[in-house]
C-alpha cells in the first residue's frame, strides 16, 4: 500500500484545511489509519487515529476540539479537518497506515506504511 497526502498549504491563522490521504494498492479498508505531524526541530507526534470502520476514533490533547479525522473507505481516503488554525500548528504532516491491525492507535510504532508528508504553514 503507498499513501499520498494531500490538502496542506499555507492559512492565515484561524482558518482552515482538510487534508486527505489516499491508499492504492492494498486493503485500505481493513487498517487502522492515523495523522502525525512534526514541526521544525521537534520529534514526530501524534494527532489523530481512526479505526478501519471510523467507529474508533482518537486524539491528541492538542487536537481535540479542532481536529476531526474520519475516513471513506470506498475512496480508500482519510481526511483530517482542522479548523481554528494557530501558528504552532505549523509542521509537516504524515499519514499513516497499520499493516497489521484495525484498530486505532497513537503509537507510530504501531504504523508500517508511511506517506511523504504534506506542510502546513500558519501564519499569524
Known amino acids: 500500500v503507498q499513501l499520498v497526502e494531500s490538502g496542506g498549504g499555507l492559512v492565515q491563522a484561524g482558518g482552515s484545511l482538510r487534508l486527505s490521504c489516499t491508499a492504492s494498492?492494498?486493503?485500505?479498508?481493513?487498517?487502522?489509519m492515523a495523522w502525525f505531524r512534526q514541526a521544525p526541530g521537534k520529534e514526530r507526534e501524534f494527532v489523530a487515529a481512526i479505526s478501519w470502520r471510523g467507529g474508533s476514533t482518537d486524539y491528541a490533547d492538542s487536537a481535540k476540539g479542532r481536529f476531526t479525522i474520519f475516513r471513506d473507505n470506498a475512496k480508500n481516503t482519510v481526511y483530517l479537518q482542522i479548523n481554528s488554525l494557530k501558528p504552532e500548528d505549523t509542521a509537516v504532516y504524515f499519514c499513516?497506515?497499520?499493516?497489521?491491525?484495525?484498530?486505532?492507535?497513537?503509537?507510530?510504532?504501531?504504523?508500517?506504511?508511511w506517506g511523504q508528508g504534506t506542510q502546513v504553514t500558519v501564519s499569524a
Open positions: 494498492g492494498g486493503t485500505f479498508g481493513v487498517s487502522g
Open positions: 499513516a497506515g497499520r499493516s497489521m491491525g484495525s484498530g486505532s492507535s497513537q503509537f507510530a510504532r504501531n504504523y508500517q506504511i
